[in-house]
């Protein structure tokens, strides 16, 4: 009886090890990153004024950077934006209520260990899929064109 349960949690220890290793090979997974041609701060204003500009709602801005200064460590210049509007996420939430846990939208502005000003944001398409809703539905198309517009604005000289 000990032997078959030592066995059976050896395999149950086993199995979360494999799942964790594959958790890993998916980093990145639904995430859209663009490099930005400004500096972190310009990168940083220049999304929040495309928010402003279409009407969408700035909900929080979180700098980690300074957060990690407060114990005592350091941190690249990171922050977070978390953005929305509630008459498109409620029409996402109807169809997939989950799909709340993923709202509002965020996109990390970051410098990365090359000094390369970065704007990450999930891929709504992904979100989508996550949660059951159909990517071929109106909003998700709607969602991924102002998420493209806004990062292009903050990352990309204007022509």
Same mark, same amino acid.
């Given at each position: 009886?000990?032997?078959?349960?030592?066995?059976?949690? =050896?395999?149950? =220890?086993?199995?979360?090890?494999?799942?964790v290793?594959?958790?890993?090979?998916e980093?990145g997974?639904?995430l859209?990153?663009?490099?930005?041609?400004?500096s972190?701060n310009?990168?940083?204003?220049?999304?929040?004024?495309a928010l402003?500009?279409?009407?969408? &709602?700035?909900?929080n801005?979180?700098?980690?950077?300074a &957060?990690?200064?407060?114990? &005592?460590?350091?941190?690249r210049?990171?922050?977070?934006l978390?953005f &929305?509007?509630? /008459?498109?996420?409620?029409?996402l939430?109807?169809?997939?209520?989950?799909?709340?846990?993923?709202?509002?939208?965020?996109?990390?502005?970051?410098?990365?260990?090359?000094?390369v000003?970065?704007?990450?944001?999930n891929?709504?398409?992904?979100?989508?899929?996550?949660?059951?809703?159909?990517?071929?539905?109106?909003?998700?198309?709607?969602?991924?064109?102002?998420?493209?517009?806004v990062?292009?604005a903050? /990352?990309?000289?204007a022509?």
């Amino acid at each position: 009886m000990v032997k078959t349960l030592s066995a059976a949690l =050896v395999l149950i =220890v086993a199995s979360l090890f494999a799942s964790v290793s594959l958790a890993g090979d998916e980093a990145g997974a639904g995430l859209i990153k663009k490099q930005s041609a400004y500096s972190f701060n310009d990168t940083v204003a220049k999304l929040e004024a495309a928010l402003a500009d279409r009407n969408i &709602g700035m909900m929080n801005k979180i700098d980690h950077a300074a &957060g990690a200064q407060t114990v &005592g460590q350091s941190l690249r210049p990171t922050t977070l934006l978390i953005f &929305g509007n509630p /008459t498109i996420g409620s029409q996402l939430m109807a169809v997939s209520q989950s799909i709340g846990i993923d709202l509002p939208l965020k996109a990390l502005v970051y410098e990365d260990e090359n000094g390369v000003i970065c704007v990450e944001y999930n891929d709504i398409a992904y979100l989508a899929r996550r949660h059951g809703i159909p990517t071929d539905h109106p909003v998700i198309a709607r969602v991924a064109g102002g998420l493209e517009m806004v990062t292009d604005a903050a /990352t990309r000289p204007a022509e």
